[in-house]
T-cell receptor, first 112, second 113 residues
Framework: NAGVTQTPKFQVLKTGQSMTLQCAQD?????MYWYRQDPGMGLRLIYY???????DKGEVPNGYNVSRLNKREFSLRLESAAPSQTSVYFC???????????FGPGTRLTVT | AQTVTQSQPEMSVQEAETVTLSCTYD???????LFWYKQPPSRQMILVIR??????QNATENRFSVNFQKAAKSFSLKISDSQLGDAAMYFC??????????FGGGTRLMVKP
Protein backbone atom coordinates (compact mmCIF):
# COMPACT_ATOMS: atom_id res chain seq x y z
CA ASN A 1 0.00 0.00 0.00
CA ALA A 2 1.93 3.02 -1.31
CA GLY A 3 -0.58 5.72 -0.22
CA VAL A 4 -0.01 8.90 -2.22
CA THR A 5 2.87 9.00 -4.69
CA GLN A 6 4.26 11.98 -6.59
CA THR A 7 6.67 12.30 -9.47
CA PRO A 8 9.17 13.80 -9.88
CA LYS A 9 10.74 14.49 -6.47
CA PHE A 10 12.86 17.36 -7.78
CA GLN A 11 12.69 19.50 -10.92
CA VAL A 12 14.48 22.56 -12.24
CA LEU A 13 12.83 24.56 -15.01
CA LYS A 14 13.75 27.66 -16.94
CA THR A 15 11.26 30.51 -17.09
CA GLY A 16 8.66 29.81 -19.76
CA GLN A 17 9.08 26.04 -19.78
CA SER A 18 6.14 23.77 -19.09
CA MET A 19 5.83 20.62 -17.05
CA THR A 20 3.31 18.31 -15.43
CA LEU A 21 3.48 17.02 -11.87
CA GLN A 22 1.95 13.60 -11.44
CA CYS A 23 0.07 12.29 -8.41
CA ALA A 24 -1.55 8.93 -7.75
CA GLN A 25 -3.30 7.40 -4.74
CA ASP A 26 -4.22 3.80 -4.04
CA UNK A 27 -6.62 4.38 -1.13
CA UNK A 28 -9.77 4.63 -3.30
CA UNK A 29 -10.32 8.20 -2.12
CA UNK A 30 -12.78 10.43 -3.93
CA UNK A 31 -11.05 13.75 -3.21
CA MET A 32 -7.61 14.85 -4.33
CA TYR A 33 -5.73 18.11 -3.79
CA TRP A 34 -2.71 20.11 -4.91
CA TYR A 35 -0.97 22.44 -2.45
CA ARG A 36 2.11 24.59 -2.62
CA GLN A 37 4.40 25.37 0.31
CA ASP A 38 6.64 28.39 0.12
CA PRO A 39 9.63 28.78 2.49
CA GLY A 40 8.57 29.40 6.09
CA MET A 41 4.88 29.15 5.25
CA GLY A 42 2.02 26.73 5.56
CA LEU A 43 0.42 24.92 2.66
CA ARG A 44 -1.91 26.78 0.31
CA LEU A 45 -4.50 25.04 -1.84
CA ILE A 46 -4.02 25.41 -5.60
CA TYR A 47 -6.76 23.16 -7.00
CA TYR A 48 -8.83 20.27 -5.79
CA UNK A 49 -11.04 17.55 -7.17
CA UNK A 50 -13.95 16.42 -5.02
CA UNK A 51 -14.66 13.46 -7.27
CA UNK A 52 -13.64 11.96 -10.58
CA UNK A 53 -14.58 14.34 -13.37
CA UNK A 54 -14.71 17.51 -11.26
CA UNK A 55 -12.07 20.11 -10.44
CA ASP A 56 -12.26 23.43 -8.61
CA LYS A 57 -9.96 26.34 -7.86
CA GLY A 58 -8.41 26.79 -4.48
CA GLU A 59 -6.71 29.78 -2.94
CA VAL A 60 -3.87 30.24 -5.47
CA PRO A 61 -4.88 28.78 -8.88
CA ASN A 62 -3.31 31.33 -11.24
CA GLY A 63 -0.68 29.85 -13.55
CA TYR A 64 -1.80 26.26 -13.04
CA ASN A 65 -4.12 23.74 -14.63
CA VAL A 66 -5.20 20.34 -13.36
CA SER A 67 -6.59 17.11 -14.75
CA ARG A 68 -8.37 14.39 -12.82
CA LEU A 69 -7.41 11.58 -15.15
CA ASN A 70 -9.33 8.92 -13.22
CA LYS A 71 -10.12 8.18 -9.60
CA ARG A 72 -6.48 7.39 -8.82
CA GLU A 73 -4.63 10.16 -10.65
CA PHE A 74 -4.61 13.96 -10.41
CA SER A 75 -2.02 15.96 -12.34
CA LEU A 76 -0.90 19.58 -12.03
CA ARG A 77 0.40 21.43 -15.08
CA LEU A 78 2.47 24.58 -15.30
CA GLU A 79 2.06 25.90 -18.84
CA SER A 80 4.68 28.66 -18.66
CA ALA A 81 6.73 28.45 -15.49
CA ALA A 82 7.66 31.63 -13.63
CA PRO A 83 10.19 32.16 -10.80
CA SER A 84 7.24 32.90 -8.47
CA GLN A 85 6.22 29.26 -8.88
CA THR A 86 9.39 28.05 -7.19
CA SER A 87 7.97 26.05 -4.30
CA VAL A 88 7.40 22.61 -2.87
CA TYR A 89 4.25 21.02 -4.25
CA PHE A 90 2.21 18.49 -2.30
CA CYS A 91 -0.53 16.26 -3.54
CA UNK A 92 -3.06 14.87 -1.06
CA UNK A 93 -6.12 12.66 -1.07
CA UNK A 94 -9.04 12.35 1.30
CA UNK A 95 -11.91 9.99 1.88
CA UNK A 96 -15.27 10.36 3.50
CA UNK A 97 -15.03 11.94 6.95
CA UNK A 98 -13.36 12.74 9.28
CA UNK A 99 -11.99 15.11 6.70
CA UNK A 100 -8.43 13.88 7.10
CA UNK A 101 -6.04 14.20 4.17
CA UNK A 102 -3.10 11.99 3.34
CA PHE A 103 -0.10 13.64 1.73
CA GLY A 104 2.46 12.61 -0.82
CA PRO A 105 6.20 13.22 -0.28
CA GLY A 106 6.25 16.50 -2.22
CA THR A 107 8.02 17.81 -5.34
CA ARG A 108 10.63 20.54 -4.98
CA LEU A 109 10.37 22.77 -8.06
CA THR A 110 12.85 25.51 -8.88
CA VAL A 111 12.21 27.94 -11.72
CA THR A 112 15.24 29.98 -12.81
CA ALA B 1 -13.13 32.40 4.54
CA GLN B 2 -11.37 30.55 7.30
CA THR B 3 -8.11 31.70 8.80
CA VAL B 4 -5.68 29.79 10.98
CA THR B 5 -3.02 31.61 12.97
CA GLN B 6 0.03 30.19 14.71
CA SER B 7 1.61 33.03 16.65
CA GLN B 8 4.82 31.22 17.63
CA PRO B 9 7.25 30.96 14.68
CA GLU B 10 9.72 28.98 16.81
CA MET B 11 9.65 27.12 20.09
CA SER B 12 12.28 25.14 21.94
CA VAL B 13 11.97 22.52 24.65
CA GLN B 14 14.37 20.46 26.67
CA GLU B 15 14.26 16.73 26.05
CA ALA B 16 11.75 15.02 28.39
CA GLU B 17 10.00 18.30 29.15
CA THR B 18 6.54 19.47 28.05
CA VAL B 19 5.81 22.10 25.43
CA THR B 20 2.58 23.67 24.18
CA LEU B 21 2.11 25.03 20.66
CA SER B 22 -0.64 27.58 20.10
CA CYS B 23 -3.20 27.88 17.33
CA THR B 24 -6.22 30.09 16.87
CA TYR B 25 -8.72 29.99 14.03
CA ASP B 26 -11.66 31.90 12.71
CA UNK B 27 -14.70 30.32 11.07
CA UNK B 28 -18.43 30.84 10.82
CA UNK B 29 -19.11 27.12 10.30
CA UNK B 30 -20.35 24.92 13.11
CA UNK B 31 -19.26 21.51 11.78
CA UNK B 32 -15.53 21.21 11.27
CA UNK B 33 -12.39 19.40 12.32
CA LEU B 34 -9.03 20.62 13.53
CA PHE B 35 -5.72 18.92 12.93
CA TRP B 36 -2.09 19.11 13.90
CA TYR B 37 0.35 17.94 11.25
CA LYS B 38 4.07 17.37 11.78
CA GLN B 39 6.57 18.04 9.00
CA PRO B 40 10.09 16.71 9.72
CA PRO B 41 13.06 17.62 7.52
CA SER B 42 12.01 14.82 5.15
CA ARG B 43 9.10 17.14 4.15
CA GLN B 44 6.52 14.40 4.68
CA MET B 45 3.29 15.72 6.24
CA ILE B 46 2.32 13.44 9.11
CA LEU B 47 -0.98 13.67 10.94
CA VAL B 48 -0.37 13.99 14.68
CA ILE B 49 -3.86 14.43 16.10
CA ARG B 50 -7.37 15.38 15.09
CA UNK B 51 -10.28 16.97 16.98
CA UNK B 52 -13.94 17.00 16.00
CA UNK B 53 -15.55 20.36 16.77
CA UNK B 54 -18.73 18.75 18.10
CA UNK B 55 -16.80 16.81 20.74
CA UNK B 56 -16.12 18.54 24.02
CA GLN B 57 -13.55 15.98 25.09
CA ASN B 58 -10.01 16.87 24.12
CA ALA B 59 -8.27 14.41 21.80
CA THR B 60 -5.22 12.49 23.01
CA GLU B 61 -2.70 10.36 21.12
CA ASN B 62 0.01 8.94 23.37
CA ARG B 63 2.29 11.88 24.30
CA PHE B 64 0.25 14.36 22.24
CA SER B 65 -2.90 16.05 23.48
CA VAL B 66 -4.91 19.10 22.56
CA ASN B 67 -6.67 21.83 24.49
CA PHE B 68 -9.70 22.69 22.36
CA GLN B 69 -11.56 25.82 23.41
CA LYS B 70 -14.40 26.16 20.90
CA ALA B 71 -15.80 29.46 22.16
CA ALA B 72 -12.36 31.03 22.11
CA LYS B 73 -11.53 29.34 18.77
CA SER B 74 -8.30 28.05 20.21
CA PHE B 75 -6.64 24.69 19.55
CA SER B 76 -3.29 24.16 21.24
CA LEU B 77 -1.06 21.08 21.05
CA LYS B 78 0.73 19.76 24.12
CA ILE B 79 3.69 17.45 23.68
CA SER B 80 4.69 15.63 26.85
CA ASP B 81 8.04 13.92 27.49
CA SER B 82 9.53 15.59 24.41
CA GLN B 83 11.88 13.47 22.34
CA LEU B 84 14.57 14.44 19.83
CA GLY B 85 12.40 12.96 17.09
CA ASP B 86 9.70 15.50 17.86
CA ALA B 87 11.83 18.25 16.33
CA ALA B 88 9.95 19.43 13.23
CA MET B 89 7.61 22.04 11.82
CA TYR B 90 4.10 21.73 13.24
CA PHE B 91 1.10 22.97 11.32
CA CYS B 92 -2.36 23.55 12.67
CA UNK B 93 -5.14 23.03 10.10
CA UNK B 94 -8.89 23.53 9.88
CA UNK B 95 -11.07 21.25 7.75
CA UNK B 96 -14.73 21.06 6.76
CA UNK B 97 -17.19 18.72 5.06
CA UNK B 98 -15.80 19.67 1.68
CA UNK B 99 -12.44 18.27 2.79
CA UNK B 100 -10.89 21.68 2.32
CA UNK B 101 -7.95 22.25 4.64
CA UNK B 102 -6.73 25.68 5.69
CA PHE B 103 -3.27 25.69 7.27
CA GLY B 104 -1.55 28.00 9.69
CA GLY B 105 1.93 29.33 9.02
CA GLY B 106 3.64 26.72 11.18
CA THR B 107 5.76 26.57 14.33
CA ARG B 108 9.29 25.21 14.25
CA LEU B 109 9.93 23.08 17.31
CA MET B 110 13.50 22.50 18.43
CA VAL B 111 14.28 19.85 21.04
CA LYS B 112 17.45 20.31 23.08
CA PRO B 113 19.24 17.22 24.40
Amino acid sequence: NAGVTQTPKFQVLKTGQSMTLQCAQDMNHNSMYWYRQDPGMGLRLIYYSASEGTTDKGEVPNGYNVSRLNKREFSLRLESAAPSQTSVYFCASGGLGPYEQYFGPGTRLTVT
Amino acid sequence: AQTVTQSQPEMSVQEAETVTLSCTYDTSESDYYLFWYKQPPSRQMILVIRQEAYKQQNATENRFSVNFQKAAKSFSLKISDSQLGDAAMYFCAWGNAGNMLTFGGGTRLMVKP
